[in-house]
């Protein structure tokens, strides 16, 4: 059975603390995400990676860094958690190359990591 | 950014009806969209994908897609009361980068 594992189910921090959030997969995928999850704002996507070592920007990389030293493993870094930074985490990964895929992302069961 | 609309609901449907889920997408360009069931406290899962213009059929499930009206629907056949989640719209952005949209909540009555 296919599996994203998010090493924290829960997190709470202070603002102002470094905080690492763990993503693998057991796919050999080659493409991982992170997004986070709002209400009333839906899926934003936080940052992808293609390939080891390589990552691209999404739609809110603010306040964020990833890592991705090995295929299954894709970490997201916040430097110093703010407030605005509380949210529901999510990783994804997905198989195949090119444009179009098909767009499956299979997902983890989400970070709810909430900032003091 | 290429934007994906939805109504939030709640779609509220007894039971046995047809459930009718809608979505809208500002990129004219986009070839590819999706449509991913999320329960409450889950990840979401994917349901169907379409690429072609018309309609494609899965189970209970039918995905309507419109190029000209940029305009995605999904149809929920015979809704159960486990059907009750919310629906995310997806459009891909290119290179497997989905743009969401914020979901649809269905409540299905028994």
């Known amino acids: 059975d296919v599996k994203v594992t998010q090493s924290s189910r829960y997190l709470v921090k202070r603002t102002g603390e470094k905080v690492f959030l763990e993503c693998v997969q057991d796919m050999d995928h080659e493409n991982m995400f992170w997004y986070r999850q709002d209400p009333g704002l839906g899926l934003r996507l936080i940052y992808f990676s293609y390939d080891v070592k390589m990552k691209e920007k999404g739609d809110i990389p603010e306040g964020y860094s990833v890592s991705r030293e090995k295929k299954e493993r894709f970490s997201l870094i916040l430097e110093s958690a703010s407030t605005n930074q509380t949210s529901m985490y999510l990783c994804?990964?997905?198989?195949?190359?090119?444009?179009?895929?098909?767009?499956?992302?299979?997902f983890g069961e989400g970070s709810r990591l909430t900032v003091l | 950014q290429k934007e994906v609309e939805q109504n939030s609901g709640p779609l509220s449907v007894p039971e046995g009806a047809i459930a009718s889920l809608n979505c809208t997408y500002s990129?004219?360009?986009?070839?590819?969209f999706f449509w991913y069931r999320q329960y409450s406290g889950k990840s979401p899962e994917l349901i169907m994908f379409?690429?072609?213009?018309g309609d494609k059929e899965d189970g209970r499930f039918t995905a309507q897609l419109n190029k000209a009206s940029q305009y995605v629907s999904l149809l929920i056949r015979d809704s159960q009361p486990s059907d009750s989640a919310t629906y995310l719209c997806a459009v891909n952005e290119g290179f497997q980068k989905l743009v969401f949209g914020t979901g649809t909540r269905l409540l299905v009555s028994p």
């Open positions: 994804a990964s997905s198989g195949g190359q090119g444009s179009y895929g098909t767009g499956e992302l299979f």
């Open positions: 990129d004219r360009g986009s070839q590819s």
């Open positions: 379409i690429y072609s213009n």
